[in-house]
């Protein structure tokens, strides 16, 4: 039923729509003191809250295909980067390049892109619905910080690995991983307080209360 619901509707609408907008701003590397990161630092970790609440308030299974849906907009964007990047340029208009350089899809980075995003988002989701059965429902901020320290280091290992390797040097690799991923926990840290508040009030709206008991954990059943 909770599948119908508008609550449920929109936080799955802004998963899709923050996922979508993380993987077009990851093109531009930053410097923030001395931290190197992607463009999407500070947008791609509220796709892990988001999933957070999916998974805290409608079990496993609601937020299961909620991350296939964000893995098909990545795809059907990917291909429609590409589409549109071939389509012959008007004669007065000269900005091919430029549009190439950020939005021409690398199948490496996309490919890079899916499988941390699958790898880390279906682990988030999985520890945080196991430990909230192990904790009787209590201690939510170390289920949201536990599962996120989990999927967001799987995420970014996997990205910049396979998405660079061999490309940057090695400590340019250690470096980014290792700069993204604390500033990813730091954002879900600072966040709690927010993510307390959505939580509460969708159990609330929603009257449910999901408890992952006697599921099946497999990424490909989507019922």
């Avoid at 039923?1 to 590397?29: D, E, G, H, R």
């Avoid at 079990?59 to 907009?73: H, L, Q, V």
């Avoid at 909230?132 to 289920?143: C, H, P, Q, S, T």
């Avoid at 990205?159 to 926990?185: C, H, M, N, Q, R």
């Amino acid at each position: 039923m909770y599948f119908k619901t508008w609550n449920y509707f929109f936080v799955a609408v802004f998963f899709v729509a923050l996922l979508m907008i993380s993987n077009t701003v990851a093109v531009k590397i930053i410097s923030i003191g001395n931290f190197t990161v992607t463009g999407a630092i500070f947008i791609f970790p509220f796709t892990y809250i988001l999933s957070d609440i999916l998974t805290e308030v409608y079990g496993y299974r609601g937020s299961r295909p909620i991350i296939w849906a964000g893995f098909c907009a990545i795809i059907f964007m990917a291909i429609m980067y590409t589409f549109v990047g071939i389509l012959p340029a008007a004669p007065f208009w000269h900005d091919q390049n430029s549009f190439e350089i950020i939005l021409g899809q690398v199948p490496r980075i996309v490919i890079a892109s899916l499988l941390g995003y699958l790898a880390g988002s279906f682990s988030n989701s999985f520890i945080l619905s196991r430990m909230k059965v192990w904790m009787k429902g209590k201690y939510l901020f170390a289920r949201t910080i536990g599962s996120t320290i989990i999927g967001e280091g799987i995420d970014s290992i996997i990205f910049v690995l396979v998405g660079f390797a061999g490309l940057i040097p090695d400590t340019s690799l250690l470096e980014v991983i290792v700069s993204s991923y604390l500033i990813k926990i730091g954002i879900e840290i600072i966040v709690t307080p927010i993510t307390y508040k959505a939580v509460n009030y969708l159990k609330a709206k929603e009257n449910i209360d999901t408890y992952d008991t006697d599921i099946s954990y497999s990424p490909f059943k989507l019922k």
